[in-house]
């Protein structure tokens, strides 16, 4: 039986560890080859104007973040498009369809985690669209799911009147993983915030904790199935 294969396309370093840390360390453990695709520095969006020049060791420093978490974890693929944080919505959305389609084609996952649609952050959004567009079911690609995942400080600050709200139809349990999804978190220390800030490591654990409680397990992961095709 080959290997199921797992593509993440995430817009920022960071996204894929507060998304999904504990599901990627339980796709590793089974024996999944991983692949993640960030999307945008996930920097320069600090500064008025867009300098990545100026950032380029912090740009540098959140690459080697994500290097180092995606070893911790088992990752097999790691790419980086650099493309402006927070500035995603001025680019063509076709170009950005088309850099994630040649990811597809090289890779041909069985499942892909993106964004929600519906963050406060413009490049998850940018980055949902455009995998959603990627990801049309045409017969010569057979990705066989799309998964949503949520990001603490980015879905749940959305307003409900501007869309449609987060609501997982789907749970991984993470209980074995729960301590070294936190291990993982470490990895972008820089990042991480004091609670009661949602990217807070107290935050973090206690929505998992809810997440499991919801479905009957200690920890989970909560995810949107958005399309699911049995070949």
Request: aromatic share 10%; glycine share 6%.
């Amino acid at each position: 039986m080959s290997k199921l294969k797992v593509l993440v396309v995430a817009s920022h370093p960071d996204d894929e560890i507060l998304g999904m840390g504990g599901t990627l360390l339980r796709h590793s453990a089974e024996g999944a080859n991983i692949s993640v695709m960030f999307m945008s520095d996930g920097v320069t969006g600090r500064d008025f104007i867009y300098d990545p020049k100026a950032r380029a060791s912090e740009i540098q420093n959140r690459k080697d973040m994500a290097l180092k978490a995606g070893e911790f974890f088992g990752a097999d693929q790691i790419s980086f498009e650099d493309l402006p944080n927070l500035r995603m919505d001025q680019e063509y959305i076709l170009e950005l369809t088309k850099r994630i389609e040649r990811r597809i084609d090289n890779f041909n996952p069985d499942i892909v985690y993106t964004h929600f649609s519906n963050d406060t952050n413009i490049d998850h959004c940018v980055t949902h669209r455009a995998c959603v567009i990627a990801l049309r079911p045409t017969p010569e690609r057979r990705v066989s799911a799309l998964r949503l995942f949520e990001i603490g400080s980015s879905t749940e600050y959305a307003a409900p009147m501007s869309g449609d709200g987060f609501m997982p139809n789907l749970f991984v349990d993470i209980s074995a993983f729960s301590d070294k999804k936190f291990t993982l978190l470490k990895c972008y220390e820089d990042e991480m915030r004091e609670f009661p800030h949602p990217r807070s490591e107290k935050a973090i654990k206690s929505r998992d904790i809810y997440r499991g409680a919801s479905v009957g397990v200690g920890c989970a992961e909560a995810f949107m199935e958005i399309r699911r095709i049995i070949f």
